[in-house]
């Protein structure tokens, strides 16, 4: 077995709808032994509001499919 990454959250920071920082908290399991949290910083991402807002979207979609929540109601 080789080392895997176990991804846990990702904070995000927005100025004028533009990308300026991160975090990652991630765990790792090494040949079964899993870590504590870690976490690593993010810089220089190429990454958007609007691509978040869809994927947002996308997220809040399936859960409310998983819950039976119509898509008409908030």
């Known amino acids: 077995m080789t080392k895997k990454l176990i991804p846990s959250k990702i904070v995000i920071e927005f100025i004028d709808g533009k990308f300026t920082n991160g975090v990652i908290l991630y765990k790792v399991n090494d040949n079964g032994a899993v870590s504590k949290i870690k976490s690593i910083g993010i810089k220089n991402a190429d990454f958007s509001k ?3 807002n ?3 979207e996308k997220f809040i979609k399936h859960a409310k499919k998983g819950e039976a929540i119509p898509d008409d109601l908030p």
């Open 54 to 56: 869809g994927l947002m």
């Open 50 to 52: 609007p691509a978040l």
